[in-house]
């Protein structure tokens, strides 16, 4: 299905809303704008198989240019808003993307970089311009609202971290489809979630995420409308839900959090019966969270475990939940398999190992990490090459359940976003100060895991509130703020094997003492 269906069916028919400003983009300036921005692009010298780069904030605009894409046969690539303009470099180059979009409002970090990858040929900006860029509006505006004259669907390449600590593209293979051919997650849209046309779907998260981004895209390639939140507010949200008569939604436990604890009287005073089905996902979410949810907006919750590499999908819904309190859910198109970690065998239901997928259909293509083998190597079974796992631990009950219980490489999700230690352990040893660090994650009541560093200083008699703050503001500098510890704790000496290898769990583990799961 494509977005001209619906545009020539219901051409004012809104596509986005925006919560705050309450600019709408109908169906048929999504098409438009997508025909000429792909029009554009292709113009640039852009071709099938090759790559472009955005970051925006959630504006109006977000949607066509993954539009842009999807109808290009291109990969596109959206980056975090709140990257550092280094961070933003590096995935850009890493990429390979020959153009660069970004707006006004991001100026401050974007506007310096023009003219600094050679493999951008085209620097685009937003509601405005600075030196170094064109106006987005007019380069774009000038092209014809047609199809190119061969459309196919594109592909988005969004990063996660590689073994250095350094962000990987995650590159699905090119399909090489025709534009109108939906993608895997299309169709759980429509049959897990009933998703249509008729549907009212709200937003509240970063579009750049994987999760958003592909979810709201297939909302609109079946007809609904999307209410894109420019930011988080708990009592937004739930007004929201009443003006708009919101069906659909996704949210990160976090968000369950905020909105449990608004008092009684704003909490209670929207009406939120128009909710078929929340979807939950990014993070576990914990048990009491969970339940008091569902007691408040009843049996409407549905959660999913997976990840950006799209090589498996794990559902349960909230009577599923309700009967199996702390799982995620059971494979769908796939297959689990718990491993143990030093051997690779398999293992029997509630013994605790690595976790694997394999997909259902043999002839699904598997994943990789754009120019990082060796994570790619490491995301597969040593005898099996066709499972391959995130990096999570967990166990299957009697009744082929899965439950998280740990991560193998000790990712921190707070908030429902995904940090890799070691891009913050990379900047705090380069600290005069620092002799070693170990960066990990640590319980927070509200967004489920917060950044921790523990280090061994150079001399210990400086360790002390000083130091922290001076390590704090030092990594900051360097790495977006969410990526970097909000606290630091000091030892003597981190505990390491003669080889190197920095027994992490051990520190780790101190602060999860007491709780069944280390994850939450």
Not at 14 to 27: H, K, L, Q, R
Not at 212 to 239: H, N, S
Not at 410 to 428: A, C, D, H, K, R
Request: hydrophobic share 35%.
């Amino acid at each position: 299905m494509q977005l001209a269906t619906h545009a020539d069916a219901h051409p004012d028919k809104p596509a986005v809303v925006m919560a705050s400003s309450g600019e709408v983009v109908t169906f048929r300036q999504l098409d438009e704008r997508s025909m000429q921005l792909a029009q554009y692009l292709h113009h640039v010298g852009v071709r099938p198989g090759d790559t472009i780069a955005f970051c925006l904030e959630n504006n109006e605009r977000f949607h066509e240019v993954c539009w842009a894409g999807q109808r290009s046969g291109i990969y596109y690539t959206a980056i975090s808003s709140r990257l550092t303009a280094g961070e933003i470099e590096y995935i850009v180059e890493d990429s390979g993307a020959k153009v660069l979009i970004t707006s006004r409002a991001l100026a401050d970090t974007l506007g310096p970089l023009a003219g600094k990858m050679p493999s951008v040929d085209a620097y685009l900006m937003m509601n405005g311009t600075v030196d170094g860029w064109d106006s987005y509006e007019e380069s774009v505006g000038a092209m014809p609202a047609k199809p190119l004259d061969e459309e196919l669907e594109g592909e988005d390449l969004l990063y996660s971290s590689g073994t250095t600590g350094r962000p990987k593209g995650v590159k699905p293979p090119f399909r090489n489809a025709p534009y109108g051919t939906p993608p895997a997650v299309n169709m759980l849209c429509q049959l897990l979630y009933a998703l249509d046309e008729n549907s009212i779907y709200l937003s509240p998260a970063p579009l750049y995420h994987a999760a958003p981004l592909r979810f709201t895209r297939e909302a609109q390639r079946l007809g609904a409308t999307v209410i894109v939140m420019e930011k988080f507010d708990a009592g937004e949200y739930l007004r929201l839900v009443e003006e708009h008569h919101v069906t659909h939604s996704q949210v990160v436990p976090s968000m369950f959090v905020r909105m449990l604890k608004l008092p009684e009287e704003e909490r209670t005073k929207h009406d939120v019966s128009s909710l078929q089905v929340v979807i939950h996902a990014a993070a576990p979410c914990p048990v009491p969270v969970k339940q008091a949810m569902i007691e408040w907006w009843g049996p409407v919750i549905h959660e999913y475990y997976a990840g950006t590499e799209g090589n498996g999908f794990v559902a349960i819904n909230s009577e599923e939940w309700l009967a199996h309190k702390g799982s995620v859910g059971k494979p769908l198109l796939s297959n689990v398999h718990i491993c143990d970690e030093a051997t690779g065998e398999e293992l029997p239901p509630r013994e605790q190992g690595v976790v694997y997928f394999e997909p259902a259909d043999p002839d699904t293509p598997i994943f990789e990490y754009h120019g990082d083998e060796e994570k790619t190597k490491r995301s597969r079974h040593p005898d099996n090459p066709r499972w391959t796992t995130l990096g999570d631990v967990g166990y299957v009950d009697e009744d082929g359940y899965l439950y998280l219980t740990d991560r193998k490489d000790f990712m921190i999700v707070s908030g429902g976003v995904n940090i890799y230690p070691q891009e913050s352990e990379n900047v705090l040893v380069t600290h005069p100060k620092v002799m070693d660090a170990a960066v990990f994650g640590v319980p927070n009541d509200d967004f489920g895991e917060e950044v921790k560093a523990v280090i061994q200083p150079v001399d210990m008699s400086e360790a002390g509130p000083e130091l922290e703050r001076e390590l704090i503001a030092f990594c900051q500098e360097h790495l977006a703020k969410v990526k970097c510890p909000r606290s630091v704790d000091f030892m003597e000496e981190l505990p390491r094997h003669p080889t190197g290898k920095l027994y992490k769990r051990l520190l780790r583990d101190q602060y999860w003492e007491g709780r069944e799961s280390k994850i939450v």
